[in-house]
C-alpha cells in the first residue's frame, strides 16, 4: 500500500477502511489492554494518534516505542473517539523501523532555542522548527509563483565570481594554492598560479549577473546563496543567506518601489493564506501581535518618503537614538524601527539617500548628490528590501568608479553594458531570512536557516 502524508489524513473528508503511514513517535501512553501514540511525519504541525490494542501479535514490543522511534502503521482511518483530534487511526499492523535509544535528546518538553542550534540536525523535529522550515519551503514557492505570473525569467547566476558587488571587501576568498607554502609574487600570494587564474570569492549578490541579463531577456530574477565574511555575530547577520534580486529592464525607481511593495504585500497574503496552521503556533508561543504585524504589513499602502525628509522626522522626534541622525549618516535599524512602528505605524519606503553611503552602480540624481536608492522598512524588522534604479550613462559610471578609486579594468564587461544598447533599469535586494523572521516573528537568523554559518560556527 501506499504511504499517505498525515497532513492529508487530518484533512480528509471521509473515514477510511486502510491507510499506511510512516513518521516518528512523539508520545506513547498506555491504558488498559491498549496504547496511544502521537506519530508526526513532518508533514503537518498536528500529530496524528495511533490506538494499538494488545490483540497485535508484537504488542510487546510496541510497549516498548520510544520517543524519536521511526515505524510505519497500517490501519483504519476513524473518527476518535477522544478530544483534541477530529480522526484516529486504529492500528491492524505496527512495524518498528528503528527504536530510539532512551537518551533522545528532543524529550516532550520546551527546550531553549539556544540548545537547540547545537543539535541543528535534530531541531527540524520539533514543532516551532518543522513549522519554520515548512513557511521556508512554502515561501520559496510563493516567490517562484510570484516572479513567474509576472513573466519573470529565472537566472541561475554565479557563485564563485571575482566581481565585489558592494565593494565592502567581505568576501570568502577560493583558492586551491597550498596555503601553507603559496606560490609568491613579489610578497604575496601569486594567483596567476591559481585554479581561475586571479582573485575568486564566494558571490555576496547576484546583482551584477542580473543586469546582464534583464538587457537581453527584459525582466529575471535570482534567487540563490550569497556569502558575506562580515564578522558580526548579531542575531541579524549570517555569513550564508538567500537572496531574492529582480532585475527590470526599462524601470525607473518608481517602478521599482511599485514591484517591492507588491512582493512584500503578496508574499505576507501567501503566507496569511498557505501556512496558517504553521502561523498559528508562531501567534501563539513567540510573538502574540504577529497575526495584526502581518496584516497591517499586507493590507497598508505603504509610506514613500525622500531620505531627507525621513532624518528630519528622526531629528525632530525628541526621540534619543543610539546611532546619530543626520544627512550623510545612513539608517540604522533604530531608526528604521522608529518610523514604521511609531511615527508611521505602517511599512514606509525611503528613497533618494546620499551617493556617498551608497555602491557605485545606483544612478545619481540631478542634485549631483543623491542616488535613486530605494529600502523598503516593515515593522519590527526595518529595512526587507534593499535596491536602486541602475547608472545606465556610462560616462556617469565610470566618473563613480573613478571618484570611489575602483579599478575599472576588472569590470569591463560591466561598462560594456552601458556601450551597447544600455537602457534605465532597476533592482532589488529581498533577504529571504529577514522576510522569514518577519512572517514568523522569530527574532534570530540563525533560527530560521537550516544550517546557519556565523563567526566561529560550521558545524553541520
Given at each position: 500500500m501506499e504511504r499517505t502524508k498525515i497532513f492529508e489524513l487530518l484533512n480528509s473528508d471521509d473515514s477510511m477502511e486502510q491507510v499506511l503511514i510512516k513518521g516518528w513517535v512523539r508520545t506513547r501512553r498506555d491504558s488498559k489492554g491498549f496504547s496511544f501514540i502521537?506519530?508526526?511525519?513532518?508533514?503537518?504541525?498536528?500529530?496524528?494518534?495511533?490506538?494499538?490494542?494488545?490483540?497485535?501479535?508484537?504488542?510487546?514490543?510496541?510497549?516498548?516505542?520510544s520517543t524519536g522511534s521511526a515505524i510505519a502503521v497500517g490501519g483504519s482511518l476513524v473518527a476518535s473517539q477522544g478530544g483534541g483530534q477530529r480522526w484516529e487511526i486504529q492500528a491492524?499492523?505496527?512495524?518498528?523501523?528503528?527504536?530510539?535509544?532512551?537518551?533522545?535528546?528532543?524529550?516532550?518538553?520546551?527546550?531553549?532555542?539556544?540548545?537547540?542550534?547545537?543539535?541543528?540536525?535534530?531541531?527540524?523535529?520539533?514543532?516551532?522548527?518543522?513549522?519554520?522550515?515548512?513557511?521556508r519551503s512554502e515561501l520559496a514557492y510563493g516567490i517562484h509563483t510570484f516572479f513567474r505570473e509576472r513573466g519573470f525569467r529565472y537566472l541561475h547566476s554565479p557563485i564563485l565570481t571575482g566581481s565585489d558587488c558592494e565593494g565592502?571587501?567581505?568576501?570568502?576568498?577560493?583558492?586551491?594554492?597550498?596555503?601553507?607554502?603559496?606560490?609568491?609574487?613579489?610578497?604575496?600570494?601569486?594567483?596567476?598560479?591559481?585554479?581561475?587564474?586571479?582573485?575568486?570569492?564566494?558571490?555576496?549578490?547576484?546583482?551584477?549577473?542580473?543586469?546582464?541579463?534583464?538587457?537581453?531577456?527584459?525582466?529575471?530574477?535570482?534567487?540563490?546563496?550569497?556569502?558575506?565574511?562580515?564578522?558580526s555575530n548579531t542575531r541579524r547577520h549570517a555569513a550564508e543567506f538567500w537572496m531574492v534580486e529582480p532585475e527590470m529592464a526599462f524601470c525607473d525607481l518608481d517602478g521599482n518601489m511599485d514591484l517591492g511593495e507588491e512582493l512584500i504585500r503578496e508574499l505576507t497574503t501567501y503566507a496569511i493564506d498557505n501556512c496558517a496552521d504553521d502561523l498559528e503556533l508562531f501567534a501563539r508561543w513567540v510573538d502574540k501581535t504577529l497575526m495584526a504585524t502581518l496584516e497591517n504589513i499586507a493590507q497598508s499602502d505603504y509610506i514613500r518618503l525622500p531620505y531627507r525628509e525621513a532624518v528630519d522626522i528622526l531629528g525632530q522626534s525628541g526621540k534619543k537614538f543610539e546611532y546619530p541622525v543626520g544627512f550623510g549618516n545612513d539608517l540604522q535599524t533604530e531608526h528604521e524601527r522608529f518610523l514604521t512602528e511609531e511615527h508611521f505605524k505602517k511599512p514606509v519606503i525611503v528613497y533618494d539617500y546620499p551617493k556617498s553611503i551608497k555602491p557605485f552602480y545606483m544612478r545619481v540624481n540631478d542634485d549631483g548628490e543623491t542616488v535613486g536608492a530605494m529600502d523598503v522598512l516593515v515593522p519590527r524588522i526595518g529595512e526587507i528590501i534593499g535596491g536602486s534604479q541602475r547608472e545606465e550613462r556610462l560616462e556617469v559610471l565610470e566618473a563613480r568608479m573613478e571618484e570611489m578609486k575602483m579599478d575599472k579594468a576588472p569590470m569591463w564587461w560591466y561598462l560594456d553594458a552601458r556601450r551597447y544598447g544600455s537602457v534605465p533599469h532597476s533592482g532589488f535586494g529581498l533577504g529571504f531570512e529577514r522576510f522569514l523572521m518577519m512572517i514568523t516573528g522569530i527574532r534570530n537568523i540563525r533560527d530560521v536557516i537550516p544550517f546557519p554559518r556565523t563567526p566561529q560556527n560550521i558545524e553541520f
Open positions: 502521537e506519530i508526526n511525519d513532518g508533514s503537518s504541525l498536528k500529530n496524528i494518534q495511533v490506538v494499538a490494542d494488545e490483540k497485535l501479535p508484537n504488542y510487546a514490543d510496541v510497549k516498548q516505542l491492524d499492523d505496527v512495524q518498528i523501523i528503528h527504536l530510539a535509544p532512551e537518551d533522545y535528546q528532543l524529550q516532550k518538553k520546551r527546550h531553549t532555542d539556544e540548545f537547540l542550534r547545537t543539535i541543528a540536525h535534530l531541531r527540524p523535529r520539533t514543532n516551532k522548527y518543522g513549522a519554520a522550515f515548512r513557511i565592502a571587501g567581505e568576501l570568502f576568498r577560493v583558492t586551491t594554492l597550498d596555503l601553507s607554502k603559496p606560490p609568491l609574487k613579489e610578497g604575496k600570494a601569486d594567483y596567476a598560479q591559481d585554479f581561475f587564474g586571479t582573485e575568486a570569492n564566494l558571490t555576496v549578490s547576484g546583482q551584477l549577473s542580473a543586469e546582464m541579463f534583464a538587457l537581453a531577456l527584459g525582466d529575471v530574477y535570482t534567487f540563490g546563496p550569497t556569502f558575506r565574511a562580515e564578522n
